[in-house]
């Protein structure tokens, strides 16, 4: 049987009791949206190019809209393949059980095909994973034991009385730290969360998960890096982890009401687009303009023009400079 693996943290209970509150909020908003379909798919298509561009796919997010749209796009065909691959993936999560060793090396065969060698199958060799300056920075479990580990963690996985939030964060762990494939290991650890968040509640297959790892990617190689020494602690990963889904659900929470305040008057949007930007602020107060209107899909200057009316109502405030300062967000 896997030994354990990370440390209980005391902070744990109350991060997961915050994302359950969100999943409630979202799941509430995304009625009154409207555009539940719109907004769940957007989010799909965001975690697909945020998963492959991690790995180094090229696409820009409009090409991979333009792929899962069955349009031709112009690009390396490698790179193509690849976020094809990925799209059959997250769209297979509801045929997938996270706890069958079968299925998660179908899962890796649907991400990989037509672009590795072993694809959907256990790498037959050792690997390495080193930095670009040649350094080691991790070696992968020994080939002839991996087939072992990865039953043992999903039988661990499928038997753990923890909360989902934090089996689905050390399985992902865990995976990377095993790393059973040649090539795809990220992509799969990524979606077996993913699958796993799924199963607990099904409206996680369709959060920007993905989406916020790539904009923290330093700190998701950090949090890898540190669980693993000086000695297997996943706590590190799981804390990276949990941070990520509260933000992620946040974002999700911010652009859902600026989508179901879309369906009412002008004046609705407005007051339903600064409920968003305000509640973005106060998760994190220092997010620049640029950034709000990527999490919400506007215009840079969109955002400014709702900026520059928050700022004359009193509604929020800027410490600090242009650069390093904050936002603070009024509470009258």
Do not use: C
């Not at 492959?52 to 112009?74: F, R, S």
């Not at 989902?164 to 040649?182: M, N, T, W």
């Not at 400014?304 to 300062?325: N, P, T, Y």
């Amino acid at each position: 049987m896997i030994p354990n693996f990370y440390s209980v943290q005391s902070g744990w209970a109350g991060q997961i009791e915050q994302i359950v509150e969100l999943l409630g909020r979202v799941s509430a908003i995304e009625e009154m949206s409207g555009r539940r379909v719109e907004l769940r798919r957007n989010n799909r298509i965001n975690a697909v190019h945020s998963s492959t561009a991690i790995e180094g796919n090229a696409l820009t997010l409009a090409q991979v809209e333009g792929v899962a749209n069955g349009e031709p796009v112009y690009a390396p065909p490698r790179d193509v393949k690849e976020v094809e691959n990925a799209l059959v993936a997250y769209e297979s999560l509801e045929t997938l059980d996270p706890w069958q060793v079968e299925d998660f090396l179908r899962a890796h065969g649907l991400l990989t095909a037509g672009l590795v060698v072993e694809s959907g199958a256990f790498r037959t060799v050792d690997v390495e994973i080193v930095n670009a300056a040649g350094e080691v920075l991790h070696t992968g479990s020994r080939s002839d034991k991996v087939p072992r580990l990865v039953g043992e963690l999903l039988e661990w996985g499928s038997a753990s009385t923890d909360h989902p939030l934090v089996v689905s964060s050390a399985a992902h762990f865990l995976i990377e730290h095993i790393h059973p494939f040649r090539d795809g290991n990220g992509r799969i650890g990524r979606l077996w969360q993913t699958l796993i968040l799924t199963r607990w509640r099904p409206v996680m297959a369709w959060m920007p998960i993905e989406t916020l790892i790539r904009a923290h990617q330093d700190g998701y190689y950090r949090a890898l890096q540190a669980s693993r020494e000086p000695t297997i602690d996943a706590a590190p990963f799981i804390d990276y982890m949990l941070a990520v889904i509260t933000e992620s659900l946040t974002s999700y929470e911010a652009r859902a009401k600026a989508e179901a305040a879309d369906v009412g008057a002008n004046v609705g949007v407005n007051v339903g687009l600064n409920e968003a930007i305000l509640s973005l602020l106060r998760a994190d107060p220092t997010l620049s303009a640029a950034a709000i209107a990527a999490r919400l899909g506007k215009t840079s200057r969109t955002i400014e023009r709702h900026f520059a009316h928050l700022k004359a109502s009193g509604q929020i405030r800027r410490e600090g400079s242009a650069k390093s300062g904050r936002w603070v967000v009024s509470t009258g």
